[in-house]
């Protein structure tokens, strides 16, 4: 009986991968990508019905359940083709993507990334008028549909300033 309780409890502390629940996405909503960076989230949620002509795409960060920025604002909002570009990556032995979120001087770029020496990096940059502010990268492994067929499926423009993943000199 000891040892039934013994085995239970170890069952007890594996973890539940920490993004299978950590998301500010709805559940009538697609993740297009969500990773932690400890207390805070960044996620892309998407409506079901996301395509090149209807749909939306929202970017959110900060505590779950409270984000403290959200863009854009939904009631206001254009198609996602006027506030969001993205790009594919080519790395050797790897490659990636990324979605630029575009709101006056700041840009908000989620990313997700592997290549060959440095393995994954995903993860959240932003920008003010050009010069990098801030990196959070992940804390854990993100839900992440960043890809050549999401881009295509959505027709998002390419991003025109072709992004450089910090740390990656």
Known sequence: MKTVALIGGLLGLIAVPVWAGESHCQTDEQIIFSCS?????????????LSASK?????????????????????????????VQARTLMFAGGGGGYLRFISGQHHYIVYSAIGKGWGAKD??????????????ECRDVPVSKLSEEFFSHTSLPADRDE????GLD
């Open 55 to 83: 749909g939306y795409l929202q970017y959110r960060f900060g505590l779950k359940g409270a984000p403290e920025l959200v863009f854009p604002d939904l009631a206001k909002a254009a198609p996602a083709a006027s506030y």
């Open 123 to 136: 993860g959240v940059a932003v920008e003010k008028s050009g010069q990098l502010v801030a990196n959070l």
């Open 37 to 49: 960076f400890g207390k805070k989230i960044v996620s892309v949620c998407a409506s079901n019905d």
């Open 163 to 166: 992004f450089q993943i910090p």
